[in-house]
């Protein structure tokens, strides 16, 4: 199985595309998830109808998280290091029996380390690319329906 997933975002977070790729040798997937104006839309490539949930913008940056969640989830300033360039702010946490590690730029996470069952669940950006996004990219398609969840 071989997944690929793009992120494209503007206003350094504040509305975001998500596309995952999936294929499985005998079929293939693609799902985008747009992200602006408060609301999540997700959707199947091909399909009419997707999904439409209430999305608050994350900070990243978890130095400006108040000092009662930082104790609660065991937040843990790791420095900076470089990635593709980008100095990245660092930081672990721990959700539940999940312990994640992050590094974000410009308040866009850039990689993350997250240990389930034993596992190492990766996401990573491999090209960083400081352009302008295409603004078509954040309008919702007119032949899909979005339900509110």
Do not use: H
């Not at 996004?133 to 509110?148: C, G, N, Q």
Request: with cysteine; aromatic share 12%; hydrophobic share 30%.
């Amino acid at each position: 199985m071989d997944t690929k997933q793009e992120l494209y975002f503007d206003d350094y977070g504040a509305k975001e595309v998500f596309i995952t790729s999936i294929d499985f040798g005998i079929a293939k997937s693609k799902s985008i998830q747009i992200r602006k104006d408060g609301f999540s839309y997700s959707y199947e490539e091909g399909k009419t109808e997707g999904t439409k949930t209430a999305w608050y913008a994350e900070n990243m940056d978890y130095s400006k998280t108040d000092p009662k969640t930082m104790e609660r989830y065991k937040v843990k300033d790791l420095g900076t290091e470089i990635i593709d360039g980008k100095e990245c702010k660092k930081f672990s946490a721990e959700f539940g029996s999940s312990p994640i590690v992050t590094w974000s730029w410009n308040n866009i996470m850039v990689k993350s380390i997250t240990k389930m069952g034993g596992n190492d669940f990766v996401i990573e950006a491999t090209k960083i690319q400081e352009t302008s996004v295409d603004p078509k990219m954040f309008e919702l398609p007119a032949d899909v329906t979005f339900k509110e969840m």
